[in-house]
């Protein structure tokens, strides 16, 4: 019987795990540093924990890494990496270079998706599986580790392949070892969940975890939302918007608002202000996405005085309101080209 990869354990069960074997907490603290700051990969390299112990623990468990399939490089500097899985899936990651020396990765939850949102690639893969939590936190560190020393990974947002609210304990149970400053040391702000709106979830998620939560709005109005997002029919706009006061409550922070503009469909001046009044109860920000056609996407991306004109609208209501063009459209890697199959 192979042994469990080490990674896939919660950090409760990996603690109280190591503890039951009588081992200090100090040494508990130093086998977190090896594995997810120093990402070692094998146990032998945990030199400061004595013979035994390295030996108990490759006993016990295997490291298991993530294996890098192909990178592809944008003419923009994000790359989008193409992880094959143990068992043949495939998944990406996009790294994207931002101001102020900021390096985003942006990480994939599922391998497909089961929203089915008319707009994205994703979606046509359908779901295949969940993520495990080593495959999670496999694409933090296998992109750390192809970066030159001292370049690291500032933020991470949860945007690749699929709805992490449809993982949701592998995901609150990644953020915890994400935010440890044992393991990965993420501060709150440096880590955001975007889902496609399940409500239930956003409001747990706002006692479960502490970090930045978006969603992927996209609509104003409930005829046209369900649409393009089938999720909205189970949770309608009014229902978001609590869940939405709620995550605010419970959490402090700032919510942001994904809102993919396409041609003729929610780029009107009264689609802004529908949007305007849906958000003004709410502590949000606005990021406004052109949208990425890709072959066969069933929509146009609007024209830049459209997309400006909007974008004024908002601005006008004192929103914070920026114009995300995607990184790595060049590469398949924007928002909402990620797909493997
Ligand atoms: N499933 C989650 C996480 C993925 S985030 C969610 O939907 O929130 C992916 C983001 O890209 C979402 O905000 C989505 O609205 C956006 N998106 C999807 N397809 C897109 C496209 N073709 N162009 C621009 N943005 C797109
Ligand atoms: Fe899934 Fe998000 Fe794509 Fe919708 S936009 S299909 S929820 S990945």
Known sequence: MSLPNIKNLSLPALEEKILSWGVKSYVRDQILIWLYRERVTSFDEMTNLSKELRRRLAETFVIDRMEVERTLHSVDGSQKFLF??????????????????????????????????????????????????????????????????????SNIVFMGMGEPFHNYETVISALKLLRDPRCFNFGKRKITVSTSGLAPEIEKFGKDADVKLALSLNATT?????????????????????????????????????????????????????????????????????????????FKRPSDEKIRDFHHTLADHNFQVNIRYSKGLDIMGACGQLATA
Not at 118 to 125: D, G
Not at 246 to 253: I, K, Q, R, V
Not at 260 to 268: E, H, I, P, Q, T
């Open 84 to 153: 094959k899985l143990a068992d043949g899936q495939k998944i990406e990651s996009v790294l994207m270079p931002q101001k102020n020396d900021r390096l985003t990765l942006c990480i994939s939850s599922q391998v497909g998706c089961a929203i089915g949102c008319c707009f994205c690639k994703t979606a046509e893969m359908g779901l295949m599986r969940n993520l495990t939590q080593g495959e999670i936190l496999g694409q933090v560190l296998e992109v750390q580790q192809t970066l030159p020393h001292k370049k690291r990974i």
């Open 222 to 298: 409930d005829p046209s939302r369900t649409e393009i997002m089938p999720i909205n029919k189970a949770f309608p706009m009014e229902r978001l918007q609590k869940a939405c006061r709620t995550y605010n409550d419970l959490t402090g922070l700032t919510i942001t608002i994904e809102y993919v503009l396409f041609a003729g469909l929610n780029d009107s001046r009264e689609d802004a202000k529908r949007l305007v009044r849906f958000l003004s109860p709410l502590n949000t920000k606005i990021n406004v996405i052109p949208y990425n056609e890709y072959p066969g996407s069933p």
